[in-house]
């Protein structure tokens, strides 16, 4: 009688089950049965991911993978190409290995895959959330037919250190930015509902946690340390906007955090990630990271291998301390048995959600690999996206957009290179593929323009520095002619132009992963050619390829023209030769400030207010200022020019005054006031005027991207919510307090209109 009433309750519990639930239970049921057959070492080998193969992205590789794959000790593989390839090495888990689980392929695609889109830092300055999902899903369906289902993006760390060659990855400096632009990346990898349902559906890996962009001295790996307050405020919003969105993985970073290395931080990887944010996939090791824990001093592999594992970290990435030493450490009491069942279970649960159980060959379709990559269709909004990145920095005399019927001598080592117009981290793309500037200025122009070359100068005055800076077959050859002779040869080709376009800058590799520099200006020799191409008197136009804000005070004086391209992908030679033809009217602003010197770094704009903020006369003694120099940057947080000008009207508000739950509308209308069709993000900022902690001169909580033809205007509306004006407080409570509020709605973080409300 009693199991019969039980048998009744269970199916009443069944049927009340939402189908979530059930499909959780079942995967439960499935990955508990499977972790019941497996020994020990099978468990840490689904904790293992090693790296063998053409694309070494860090210290050390590993040896005799096939030979673990068979005995179960391999989780996953990571950076290798190539759909074949992959498939052999999936058959060697299901066909031989004990337990036929098959493995996870991670990879790199961070901007792109064959078809490249702009590099991070770019493609943020669209602020179009659409776009840059679409992006994430063509680069997920290119991917996933090559044989991938694991992407180790998006990087979200927030950067004020343009020293810092990352700063190129991830989203600039704003947390609220780069929240959204999480959110559509993990959107567009694993589809809206993280349910995996389309074959192209990967898993997304949110990196690194945490702080990785707060290095000091912009020096790449080095210790980074703040307040947990500004951490909370300032730092965390992307990771945690992640972890909302459902992102599967979760990437440790290399520095350390409170003096603890991330990928043994326990306050880091267990009691913010799961406890406070309810994070439910899988820790990931950064290549090495466990082995370098070693390094920051916490103990020899063992010890530190039993630290990351204690801390919550799951996966071990290259360094196999895992493998090699959780089995001792078990049997000596140092680890528990539960936490690597707990770890082994969620690498599982990841493979079984994205259905791997029932297709281990579901990213194996050799005829996929053939159709779906590096399409024309996928190349054109690759295009579209990429001319939608560029930033306009100066237009003076409106020299560009410039006409087509006219010679146009392109000077400066960017101008023929094909490799580096892809730009960073972008180890799928075909080198060879891209067109260099040159030629795509001559397709975009169409038979009319004369375009002649010349290189002017070596990328960088020393051979050796210039080798380090084009590595991974990145090349820009050494020209072994003197630096007169290079000069003398642009001038020759300048004086029979109309028009000069100096294609000049940073090379891909002079950022990215361990590229700090501590010069962030255009190179020295590079710069001398342009003084002498400005000194003829013709019209120059600066595109400039940049992978982080640079120092251009000199540019921004003398240059009448700069367009910032940063590096577009592989479309990128046509996509500038849209916006500098005009055939697109360049629309992105600056997620990241450009500093007048690297001296004023740190420089952000959601910086606080001192007790003696500087005078708007210059020095004054006694104020927080430079005797040297302006506290102001040379480009702020949200510009960027266009063909076309607008408008901004006064802030109206709905009300003045609001109450907990109650919204206020802030309006304003923007016209086009020029004569070329355009597009404008409007931007909404707020500053707390009086709190608990002093608070920010201003913050983004909001933008909208609109398209305005010509002499047309439209009102852009923004609802103001109590959510809005929240931070936490010293208890680290998520709070909004009573009192004024500004409002501010602008075209940059530097250029807004301003109205009050009250918070009661
Ligand atoms: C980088 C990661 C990357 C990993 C795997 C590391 O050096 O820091 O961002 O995902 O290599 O290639």
């Known amino acids: 009688m009693k199991k019969k009433l039980a048998a009744v309750l269970f199916l009443a519990a069944t049927f009340h089950m939402n189908a979530q639930q059930q499909k959780d239970q079942k995967m439960d049921a499935f990955v508990s049965s499977l972790m019941n057959r497996m020994t020990l070492e099978e468990k840490i080998g689904q904790m293992n991911l090693p790296s063998e193969g053409d694309i070494i992205t860090g210290l050390g590789s590993n040896t005799n993978i096939a030979a673990k794959i068979r005995k179960g000790l391999v989780g996953g593989m990571f950076n290798i190409k190539g759909v074949q390839k992959i498939k052999e090495i999936q058959k060697i888990a299901v066909e031989e290995s004990r337990l036929k689980i098959p493995l996870l392929f991670g990879m790199d695609v961070i901007h792109g895959y064959e078809t490249v889109f702009p590099i ?10 659409k776009a840059i999902e679409e992006s994430a899903r063509i680069a997920a369906k290119e991917a996933s037919a090559d044989g991938i289902s694991w992407t180790f993006s998006p990087m979200v760390d927030i950067a004020r250190d343009p020293r810092w060659g990352r700063v190129s990855e991830g989203s600039g400096e704003d947390p609220y930015l780069g929240g959204q632009i999480a959110k559509a990346m993990i959107r567009g990898y694993q589809g809206k509902d993280n349910t995996f349902s389309e074959k192209f559906n990967i898993l997304a890996c949110v990196k690194h946690f945490a702080l990785y962009g707060a290095g000091e001295a912009g020096r790449d790996y080095n210790t980074a340390d703040m307040s947990h307050i500004r951490m909370y405020n300032e730092y965390f919003y992307p990771y945690k906007a992640a972890v909302e969105q459902g992102v599967a993985s979760v990437m440790a970073s290399f520095n350390v955090v409170d003096a603890v290395p991330a990928h043994a931080n326990k306050w880091l990887l267990t009691d913010v990630l799961r406890k406070e944010w309810g994070f439910e996939g899988f820790t990931v090791a950064d290549y090495g990271g466990v082995g370098e824990i070693v390094n920051h001093g916490l103990g020899n592999l063992k010890e530190s291998s039993a630290a990351a594992l204690n801390a919550g970290l799951d996966m071990d990435m290259v360094s196999e301390g895992f493998l090699n030493t959780l089995p001792a450490s078990i049997k000596e009491g140092k680890v528990d048995i539960a936490k690597i069942d707990q770890a082994c279970r969620r690498v599982l649960e990841a493979k079984y959600k994205l259905g791997l159980f029932k297709y281990p060959y579901k990213f194996c379709d050799t005829k996929r690999a053939q159709k779906e990559i590096y399409t024309n269709e996928n190349r054109a909004v690759a295009r579209k996206t990429a001319a939608e990145s560029f930033v306009l920095l100066k237009n003076q005399g409106n020299i560009l957009p410039l006409s087509k019927a006219k010679t146009i001598a392109v000077v400066g080592p960017m101008g023929d290179t094909k490799s580096n117009m892809v730009g960073t981290w972008s180890v799928a793309a075909k080198l060879d593929q891209p067109l260099t500037l040159v030629e795509g200025l001559r397709q975009t122009a169409g038979s009319k323009a004369n375009i002649i070359y010349a290189k002017g100068s070596n990328l960088l005055s020393d051979q050796i520095m210039q080798k380090n800076a084009t590595m991974f077959g990145r090349d820009i050859p050494w020209d072994n002619r003197t630096e007169d002779e290079l000069i003398a040869e642009a001038l020759n080709a300048a004086s029979k132009a109309d028009v000069i376009v100096a294609a000049m800058g940073e090379s891909s590799e002079m950022s990215g992963e361990s590229s700090s520099r501590t010069d962030i200006g255009i190179p020295p020799v590079q710069k001398r050619v342009l003084e002498q191409l400005l000194a003829t008197g013709k019209p120059v136009v600066l595109v400039l390829f940049a992978g982080r804000p640079m120092t251009l005070v000199w540019e921004q004086e003398n240059v009448p023209a700069i367009l910032n391209v940063w590096f577009g992908g592989s479309e990128a030679a046509q996509a500038i030769g849209d916006v500098v033809f005009g055939d697109v009217n360049p629309g992105g602003k600056l997620v990241s400030t450009f500093p007048r010197s690297v001296a004023q770094i740190p420089l952000y704009y959601n910086h606080l207010n001192t007790g003696r903020p500087a005078s708007d006369k210059g020095f004054e003694k006694f104020r927080s200022n430079y005797m040297d120099e302006k506290n102001a940057p040379l480009y702020p947080f949200g510009f960027g020019l266009s063909y076309t000008t607008f408008q901004y009207s006064p802030v109206t508000l709905s009300a003045t005054e609001m109450r907990g739950d109650q919204t206020i509308t802030a309006s304003v209308n923007i016209k086009n006031t020029g004569s070329k069709d355009g597009a404008e993000t409007v931007q909404l900022y707020v500053r707390d005027m ?38 936490y407080n010293t208890a680290l409570d998520f709070v909004s307090e009573p009192g004024e509020f500004q409002i501010m709605i602008g075209s940059s973080s530097n250029d807004v209109q301003t109205a009050s409300i009250n918070l009661k």
């Open 120 to 129: 991070p830092l770019g493609i943020a300055c669209t602020w179009d959330m």
């Open 690 to 727: 009086a709190g608990s902690i002093s608070r920010p001169v201003k913050e983004l909580k909001g933008f909208e991207k609109i398209f305005l033809k010509a002499g047309e205007s439209k009102t852009v509306k923004f609802v103001v919510t109590q959510e809005m004006l929240k931070f």
